[in-house]
């Protein structure tokens, strides 16, 4: 969900720009972490005693690129913040610094949460994209799977249509395990309006797949961050920004009204507003179909909490919950792509003439903003999981007013409620909900007849309950949840005891969630605490309660020394709850085994297939070994990557082994130490580079083991490389 805009280099003040119309009165306007404290009612929280700034909270961000750390510390240097750096977490091998947009989208994501969170820690999680699966969703697998902090951000998405069955249930599921380990799971609704089966970053200009939602960020288990635009314009741009920066590198002034983030031809609402469209330049570069993104699931059903003022009742799951500015007012300090355009190669900087940063948006930009806002929620109010329970109610109080000028001198808002604009888009005459029905003309995204979707009192598919006051968020963030307690008793198969478990030996366990009034329902899971830091944490589940209890059995307790406790996420209704004390523990070795496998990849498809035992010499190929438990099953699936079974090195990512012979390796990338690899946490490891000269070879791996597994037994790898 990235949006690049195409002016770069501007100053942290506004200042006059020609209109897309071609007319005058309008601004450039960038926006440091100042702004944005400014805007929103934030600073209140920093400037106070102890500051509220997300100290003492873990961000973790989900990507698939490293990055240039120096470019973060320009970034907080830029803007008067103090040094604190981010923690970098690779699983497996690093992927390094991805071109093609990437790097930029990940200096965003981890330049913005901590900024507007100017206290917390984040943890950047990167993963090397595999032969089966996205880099990123390693990534999100590796944070929920160690239940790594308590609030998990996202800037990818993709739309239910393409995802496919597996895919939305693979979404679907990790999303629950998150909440019901407690973690706030964040992510951008998407940049391409009503059409999010479309964008502007795959190299359309139109849409032309009809109306759809990003499946990443449909589920009852995750907040959808939409993007608005600032309503001002020449006639009171003075009002709200100062021409001078103040602490913070800030220029701007106060709370502003808001629009729909939408620069499409679509804007308008007129059905006719994009035929013809205005502006070719616009057109071939993809603006018009650039929007907030928003609509009904096709997949995902209504959640029970999803009510309030202006919520369709369609039945099923609509986005976004809430939004904040995604227009492109975001300063980002990428000092390799500023120096393209003029800019400084060294470092970044807001000196004259104001070349050395970028500009961004989108809705990655507002779900990054927003996880910073939710690391002050969790500062005062501790850990939260699915923050909707909490959000829907405070909206439906007496605490939104509409987003308009008189917004800002009213100290009782906690929502912003936009009610000005549309997200329709852009899309080719004759495809599916388009106004126009001409093939070879255009039109705007539809439906019922009217521009999709527009903007109502309350809630709305454009921009959700509206963009917030953090200040009275975090004030008034509360709950009339009733409480409950969280009992957990686990019992090992006998002879077994609790303290001569074996690694993937089988355990029962009785969770029950309690209340003086009602039946608890929704999710729990068991919490296995091997050590102090949060890298030392598994989490298994998520189970369902049926009439306030879960019974079962799992055999994915890690290897070590330490408690398990069991917890409840809540369900809006219910409060979370956690069982005390931990029930102590002691698992110890099992054997293991290494299993080496080619892939190869169909010339025309691309589709892998690990059965196949020769490649032709120069195809596309790669060396995949897998560490799996003393039976030889994987512990993670290959299709979804969820994980099956205790993975032997208990899911970190500190392991690696060897292979022999040394695999012959094509433009490896710098740093490879040839026949080590770095296993994931779902314990597999690839040669990616591999090109072997024509002839036979059997690999054998070799894994030398950690506190899961004892011994191991190689398997070899036959492999046949023809002329």
């Keep these: 969900m990235r949006l690049e805009t195409a002016a770069k280099g501007l100053p942290l003040f506004t200042f006059p720009a020609t209109c897309s119309n071609g007319g005058s009165g309008c601004y450039y306007i960038s926006m440091g972490p100042g702004d944005f404290t400014r805007i929103y009612n934030a600073r209140t929280l920093w400037n106070s005693t102890p500051p509220i700034d997300g100290t003492g909270v873990t961000i973790t961000v989900v990507d698939e690129t490293n990055i240039d750390i120096q470019d973060v510390r320009d970034f907080r240097t830029m803007f008067e913040l103090r040094a604190n750096d981010p923690q970098i977490i690779i699983n497996g091998p690093d992927p390094g610094i991805l071109t093609n947009g990437e790097e930029t989208e990940a200096d965003l994501d981890v330049e913005w949460s901590g900024g ?29 799977d160690n239940n790594l902090a308590p609030i998990l951000s996202e800037s990818y998405g993709g739309c239910e249509q393409a995802l496919g069955v597996a895919g939305n249930a693979f979404y679907n599921s990790i999303w629950e395990q998150a909440a019901a380990e407690g973690i706030t799971v964040l992510l951008g609704s998407g940049d391409s309006g009503s059409a999010g089966c479309d964008s502007a970053n795959g190299g359309q200009t139109a849409a032309q797949n009809g109306l759809g939602v990003s499946g990443f960020a449909s589920t009852p288990f995750n907040v959808a961050v939409g993007g608005t635009d600032l309503n001002i314009d020449n006639s009171n741009v003075a009002t709200y920004w100062s021409q001078t920066n103040g602490t913070y590198q800030t220029s701007a002034i106060l709370y502003m009204p808001e629009m729909t983030w939408n620069y499409s031809c679509a804007s308008s609402g007129v059905l006719t507003g994009c035929t013809p469209p205005p502006n070719t330049n616009y057109l071939d570069a993809g603006v018009y179909l650039s929007a907030g993104g928003g ?39 990428e000092k390799d792509v500023s120096a393209l355009f003029g800019g400084n190669s060294i ?63 009213n100290t009782a808002c906690i929502f912003y409620d936009t009610q000005v604009g549309n997200n329709s888009v852009i899309c080719l005459g004759g495809s599916p909900n388009c106004s126009n029905t001409t093939s070879g003309q255009y039109g705007i995204m539809v439906s019922k007849g009217s521009a999709a979707y527009s903007t109502t009192t309350g809630y709305d598919l454009a921009t959700g309950l509206g963009t917030v006051n953090v200040a009275n968020l975090v004030q008034n963030w509360k709950s009339n949840f009733t409480p409950n307690t969280t009992t957990l008793s686990v019992t090992p ?59 079962g059995s799992t055999n994915i307790l890690p290897g070590g020394s330490y408690t398990v406790t069991a917890h409840y996420a809540g369900n809006g209704t219910f409060g979370s709850s956690d069982s005390t004390p931990g029930i ?55 299709l979804t990557e969820l994980i099956s079974y205790a993975c032997p090195t208990n899911g970190l990512n500190k392991y690696s082994l060897n292979v022999t012979p040394t695999p012959s390796d094509q433009d490896a990338p710098a740093g490879t130490v040839p026949a080590q690899y770095t296993l994931y946490s779902q314990d ?40």
């Design 116 to 144: 507007v969170a100017k206290g917390a820690t984040v943890d950047f999680v990167i993963s090397e994209t595999t032969a089966t699966t996205a880099g990123i969703d390693l990534s999100a697998l590796y944070i929920v």
């Design 493 to 551: 198969n006998a002879p077994a005891t609790l303290i001569t478990l074996v690694h993937g030996q089988p355990v029962n366990f009785n969770i029950n969630v309690s209340a003086g009034t009602g039946t608890p329902s929704g999710d729990v899971s068991l919490i296995a605490q091997a050590g102090a830091g949060p890298n030392n944490t598994t989490a298994i589940g998520p189970f369902t309660l049926s009439s306030g209890g879960a019974t």
């Design 295 to 333: 609509g009904p699931s096709q997949v995902n059903s209504k959640p029970s909490w999803q009510a309030g003022v202006g919520v369709p009742n369609d039945g099923v799951r609509d986005i976004p919950d809430v939004p904040l500015v995604g227009s492109g007012f975001y300063v980002v300090c």
């Design 584 to 638: 102590p523990v002691t698992v110890s070795k099992e054997n293991s085994q290494t299993q080496v496998h080619l892939v190869t990849f169909n010339p025309v498809t691309g589709v892998a297939s690990s059965n196949s035992t020769s490649a032709a010499y120069g195809s596309l190929y790669l060396l995949r070994m897998d560490v799996t438990n003393s039976s030889g099953n994987l512990c993670a699936s290959q």
């Design 684 to 723: 597999y490891a690839e040669d990616q580079p591999i090109q072997q000269p024509p002839g036979a070879y059997n690999f054998v791996a070799r894994y030398a083991g950690d506190s899961a597994p004892r011994a191991q037994r190689a398997e070899e790898g036959p492999m046949c490389v023809t002329a």
């Design 347 to 409: 470092s970044c900087d807001l000196n004259p003439p104001c070349l050395d940063f970028l500009i961004e948006g989108g809705t990655s930009a507002s779900a990054q903003a927003f996880a910073g806002v939710m690391a002050m929620v969790d500062q005062v109010h501790g850990r939260q999981g699915n923050a909707n329970y909490v959000l829907y109610p405070l909206a439906a109080g007496a605490n939104t007013c509409a987003s308009t000028s008189t917004a800002a001198s």
